[in-house]
């Protein structure tokens, strides 16, 4: 490359001055080249540093062709000297991120043999795949080790090996290197291939929080957050709790209890509703005279029980097409169609062709979806 990744050497340095190589016009702003840069570009699964070049702002920084390319909302004049500056907040975020996914995945190698084989680094989301499958007590056990490590105030070191170093070191890695390779090592806990910053000690990545795993292609796909994230992570938590609580008036630790009778006192309602609405469905039904062939009914919120219910108590009384739709105009209908005498699923095919409806079922019974006007549907049939 042409430019000196200052990065790799110091990744605390947050201004620089550099020579602008070149600029050129990019499907939006620029695309600009230095002689040296502490903008950490896109690669190894991580998202690059911001911040500002000079009077402009860097809005992102990708390897292209070999090269560190900065993008930028205005242009540079060749061969000035110009003077950069990272969001060292964003920064040292990611560090914290970076650094403390490997003390987890380091952590998982050691205890359970796990091979990171995906992460990802955005400014919002950190997740890493092991191709193990991991329990809760698996996850708890390596989240607590990280902490401990953390609280150890480990050192944490970036260096290119020679090749003869090299080759009597063990290490991580997730993917085939070219070229020269940089190690990341934890002292006692990980030797990892990194080509991204990192903190100085485990100390500075403050806490590690895993905020949600679950099963991935065969292995566990873990979702981290560490540092003044998990700070932030925690704030936005315990707000949602403590508006929770307030909302049902209770205390912290009776929300699970609170919430699971106000569940059941919903299903019990629930039910009591469908049995007065499939009264009131069956009242109308009796009301239709059986010499009425075709019978279509349209209603509002009734459930698919009630309304297969329904359709049979028609069929019963009808020789003809007997329909029930629930829903309305404006946000679609669902439905059941049913016939001693009529293909119900030919019908079904005929409401998806002319209507775009969803569904289908058998020659004596079908339902669906349909997003259509009554008005549609009733001249359809």
């Known amino acids: 490359m042409k430019t000196q990744p200052l990065y790799d050497n110091n990744p605390f340095q947050k201004t620089f001055q550099s020579k602008v190589l070149s600029c050129t016009q990019a499907d939006t702003g620029y695309k600009v080249l230095l002689d040296q840069t502490v903008f950490f570009p896109e690669q190894g699964g991580q998202t690059s540093d911001i911040g500002t070049l000079g009077d402009g702002k860097v809005i992102d920084v990708q390897i292209e062709n070999d090269e560190i ?24 975020s990611k560090m914290q991120q970076h650094t403390g996914e490997h003390l987890f995945t380091g952590l998982a190698h050691n205890k359970f043999g796990a091979e990171n084989v995906g992460f990802h680094l955005s400014d919002n989301t950190v997740t890493l795949d092991l191709n193990i499958e991991l329990d809760l007590e698996k996850v708890r056990l390596l989240e607590r080790l990280a902490n401990e490590a953390i609280a150890e105030d480990i050192p944490v070191r970036a260096f290119y090996p020679s090749d003869e ?22 002292q006692g806990i990980d030797m990892c291939a990194c080509c991204a910053p990192h903190v100085r000690t485990t100390g500075q990545v403050g806490i590690l929080k895993v905020v949600s795993f679950n099963k991935y292609k065969g292995g566990t796909r873990v979702y981290i957050a560490c540092g003044l994230r998990a700070l932030a992570d925690y704030n936005r938590k315990m707000d949602i709790l403590s508006q929770t609580y307030q909302v049902l008036n209770c205390k912290e630790d009776e929300i699970p209890e609170k919430v699971k009778a106000l569940l059941l006192d919903n299903k019990q309602q629930k039910y009591e509703i469908s049995e007065i609405k499939a009264k009131i469905l069956m009242e109308q039904i009796e009301k239709y005279p059986s010499e009425i062939v075709d019978v279509t009914i349209f209603t509002e919120d009734l459930d698919a029980k009630n309304m297969r219910d329904g359709v049979n108590a028609l069929v019963e009384k009808h020789e003809g097409l007997c329909a029930i739709f629930s829903g309305n105009d404006d946000d679609g209908y669902n439905f059941v169609i049913g016939s001693r005498t009529r293909d119900c699923s030919a019908i079904a095919v005929g409401l998806r062709e002319l209507l775009g409806a969803k569904g289908g079922g058998s020659k004596q019974m079908a339902q669906g979806s349909i997003m259509a006007t009554r008005s549609q549907i009733e001249q359809t049939l």
């Not at 390319?69 to 000297?81: E, F």
């Not at 063990?170 to 990341?184: C, N, P, Q």
């Open 165 to 186: 170093e090299l080759s009597q070191i063990e290490y991580r890695s997730k993917k085939e290197i070219d070229g020269a390779i940089r190690l990341v090592e934890i």
């Open 69 to 92: 390319v900065h993008y930028t909302d205005i242009a540079y004049t060749v061969g000035t000297t110009v003077t950069g500056e990272i969001d060292w907040q964003h920064r040292f």
